[in-house]
């Protein structure tokens, strides 16, 4: 075998490699004529097992046996498919699957010219150019044309014309007659989860060429094989630094978290999901299996479980999406565990990433526009790009800047992020579900004032949650006696005291699984959530002073939290079990946060408006009676005024006073001096 050339050693393998007595790659070429692809996918692992000599040589001098392989591709398609390997003129290999992967980190000066495979996240990706790949060059003097092959970053062209006898320096490039391949820059970055203690994470860019280009997009998990090389960097008119930037030439890219429905699953994997979804109490175990080292929070962690699997985006004729991601708040008070929870979920989910309010801008959360070493702007994803189709995790959503907060109203409800800065309009998905933790405004908690008072957010957030947990540390002597049992086993044996019952790779797989089933709600669980609607719209009143308990946004909300449920089943069908399970699970959330605490009835207003409809009423009692006493006197004495309210409203001046503190903050009335409230211009209209 040694004494042949390289070119037929590979053409050797591509002829006779045999898998279970098929040969492997022969089906491939003759597959490519029908498919119209220039590129064969290799699997390194079969060349070492068939010549691990020319592996080894492939590894250590890739440009020099990656045109061996192209050639050797040529030669054995011209006797597959001679009309193919003609009209085609030229093939490409591209190897996957390198024995040894190697973090970014790890790539150095040693690593120069070889072969290399390596793991990271796209983190942007520039629009795709032609590249240059055959020059052509007309002599002004004589038209004799030249081509020149174009290797390297720079173009090159002949000095002086090559016809004998003309020695013309003046030569034009042709365009139209230049051969060119499409080309696309991305910038690679080390993965979390590869990051050391304390260090910052690495970056290279890679070039891609040919049916690469366009492959990887921003917030994709790839494993990249290629060639690294180095760019000296330079200064300006100074010149030429000795130092080099590291850049990498792709031959394969291979893209392992582009979506959910990618994670591969063996045909045992598959059997023991199927098994375990027959099993009664797998709903328990899955909710035992969500973060088992946090002790309690079970209404928690099955919301989490519903988050994770999600219901089903619709798209209707109109053009009109539904968005079938689920967003759950959580506000608790310190110590409750909410970020191990937040940072649980970024692990498992099969797409995840966890950010901090205060560290996190607007851009970083949507996408920053960014200049290019050639003068260009391009976009750089942020987290909520990166997080499309999977979970973003907003751990502290209260201390974000309220301006870096607007940017994630849109990608609540439409699921997009639309962006125009740089002369770039765009718009980019964020499907993502977002789980997002607040602390409360006062430390702690105060179940005597409502949300809105008890948390820094904006109703305009608020509203697009479907399910909102408040987690209070209250003391009970049962529960923290078995709480405080569960930790100090942890701390003294370093591990979970029972092991979950599915381990988080298999949650994540059947995760990944559930998600792909389509559900389709029947009509006797659409009759039980409708019958849900109405009990508490009526249960509003007809009369307009009665609180509004549940509005469309909560149904839209439940059907979707229905559809989460059956797929951990994995049925294609939501049963009325089904929604009286989500159903109570609402009324727990909406009993935290929905209820007006001065009536303790369920208003949905609380969340909607940040005001529940009974103070709504009251200040509209008070700014009326100043309205009445204004026409008698002009501007109202402050002491009259809590006098009246008391004798005909039987309101106490506390109560009262409080109103027209709120009235004033509101700019609805004013005090033009001391003692005295006036309406303002708007108001008395």
Same mark, same amino acid.
């Given at each position: 075998m040694s004494a042949q050339s390289p070119e037929q050693r590979f053409q050797n393998f591509l002829r006779d490699f045999k898998v279970e007595n098929k040969e492997k790659y022969r089906q491939r070429l003759s597959q490519m004529a029908t498919s119209n692809t220039r590129a064969v996918t290799i699997g390194f692992e079969d060349l070492i097992n068939y010549d691990e000599k020319f592996a080894r040589e492939l590894n250590a001098n890739p440009d020099e046996y990656l045109d061996y392989c192209n050639r050797a591709i040529w030669a054995q398609m011209k006797m597959e498919d001679p009309e193919y390997a003609e009209s085609a003129k030229g093939f490409i290999a591209r190897f996957r699957g390198l024995p040894e992967r190697s973090s970014l980190r790890e790539v150095g000066s040693q690593n120069l010219g070889r072969f290399l495979s390596v793991d990271g996240i796209v983190v942007r990706a520039s629009q795709v150019k032609p590249y240059l790949t055959k020059a052509v060059f007309e002599c002004r003097r004589c038209k004799a044309t030249v081509q020149v092959e174009q290797k390297g970053l720079f173009m090159k062209g002949p000095s002086t014309c090559p016809r004998p006898g003309c020695k013309s320096k003046y030569l034009d490039f042709?365009?139209?007659?230049?051969?060119?391949?499409? #080309?696309?820059?991305?910038?690679?970055?080390?993965?979390?989860?590869?990051?050391?203690?304390?260090?910052?994470?690495?970056?290279?860019?890679?070039?891609?060429?040919?049916?690469?280009?366009?492959?990887?997009?921003?917030?994709?998990?790839?494993?990249?094989?290629?060639?690294?090389?180095?760019?000296?960097?330079?200064?300006?008119?100074?010149?030429?630094?000795?130092?080099?930037?590291?850049?990498?030439?792709?031959?394969?890219?291979?893209?392992?978290?582009?979506?959910?429905?990618?994670?591969?699953?063996?045909?045992?994997?598959?059997?023991?999901?199927?098994?375990?979804?027959?099993?009664?109490?797998?709903?328990?175990?899955?909710?035992?299996?969500?973060?088992?080292?946090?002790?309690?929070?079970?209404?928690m962690k099955e919301a989490i479980l519903y988050l994770l699997f999600g219901g089903v985006p619709?798209?209707?004729?109109?053009?009109?999406?539904?968005?079938? %991601?689920?967003?759950?708040?959580?506000?608790?008070d310190p110590g409750t565990a909410k970020s191990q929870l937040l940072q649980y979920v970024s692990r498992v989910a099969p797409r995840g990433l966890y950010t901090s309010g205060r560290g996190s801008t607007a851009a970083g959360l949507t996408a920053a526009v960014v200049r290019e070493k050639s003068g260009g702007m391009v976009l750089e994803a942020g987290a909520l790009v990166l997080a499309d189709r999977g979970v973003c995790s907003i751990d502290e959503i209260d201390k974000m800047k309220p301006d870096d907060r607007v940017a994630i109203h849109e990608a609540m409800e439409q699921q997009t992020i639309s962006i125009a800065k740089g002369g770039i309009v765009a718009t980019l998905n964020a499907r993502d579900s977002i789980l997002a933790a607040a602390n409360p405004a006062l430390g702690r908690y105060d179940p005597y004032r409502n949300i809105n008072e008890n948390i820094n957010?904006?109703?305009?957030?608020?509203?697009?949650?479907?399910?909102?947990?408040?987690?209070?540390?209250?003391?009970?002597?049962?529960?923290? #006696?078995?709480?405080?049992?569960?930790?100090?086993?942890l701390h003294r044996l370093r591990s979970v005291a029972e092991a979950p019952p599915l381990p988080p790779d298999l949650l994540r797989k059947y995760i990944s699984y559930a998600k792909k089933i389509e559900t389709t709600l029947t009509d006797e669980a659409a009759a039980e959530l409708k019958d849900f609607y109405l009990k508490m719209r009526s249960s509003s009143g007809s009369s307009a002073e009665s609180p509004i308990a549940i509005t469309p946004r909560q149904l839209e909300a439940l059907v979707r939290l229905c559809e989460a449920r059956s797929k951990a089943y994995l049925r294609e069908k939501v049963t009325v079990e089904d929604a009286r399970a989500i159903i109570r699970l609402m009324t727990v959330s909406l009993q935290d946060v929905g209820i007006?605490?001065?009536?303790?009835?369920?208003?949905? %207003?609380?969340?909607?408006?940040?005001?529940?409809?009974?103070?709504?009423?009251?200040?509209?009692?008070?700014?009326?009676?100043?309205?009445d006493m204004e026409k008698e006197s002009g501007a109202v004495s402050e002491s009259k005024l809590y006098e009246v309210l008391q004798e005909k409203r039987g309101m106490s001046e506390e109560q009262s006073k409080m109103l027209v503190g709120r009235l004033i903050r509101d700019g609805v009335i004013y005090s033009p001096e001391d003692g005295k409230i006036k309406r303002t211009a708007g108001s008395s209209g």
């Open positions: 042709k365009e139209k007659e230049s051969t060119y391949i499409n #080309s696309q820059e991305i910038r690679l970055q080390e993965r979390p989860e590869d990051l050391p203690p304390g260090q910052l994470p690495r970056s290279m860019d890679v070039r891609q060429l040919e049916d690469l280009a366009d492959v990887a997009r921003p917030g994709d998990r790839v494993t990249i094989t290629g060639i690294v090389r180095a760019e000296q960097e330079y200064i300006g008119r100074k010149g030429r630094l000795r130092t080099f930037n590291l850049y990498m030439d792709a031959n394969h890219v291979e893209v392992s978290g582009k979506e959910v429905e990618t994670v591969e699953l063996t045909a045992e994997e598959r059997e023991k999901i199927l098994e375990l979804s027959k099993d009664p109490w797998i709903h328990r175990k899955l909710i035992m299996s969500i973060a088992p080292s946090i002790y309690g929070y079970d209404d619709k798209k209707l004729p109109d053009g009109i999406t539904i968005r079938g %991601d689920i967003n759950i708040l959580f506000v608790g957010l904006p109703v305009t957030i608020l509203s697009r949650f479907d399910l909102i947990f408040v987690m209070r540390d209250v003391p009970e002597p049962e529960l923290d #006696s078995r709480m405080s049992e569960h930790i100090l086993t007006d605490t001065s009536t303790g009835k369920i208003d949905i %207003d609380v969340i909607m408006t940040g005001r529940p409809k009974s103070l709504v009423d009251r200040m509209k009692e008070v700014l009326d009676l100043i309205a």
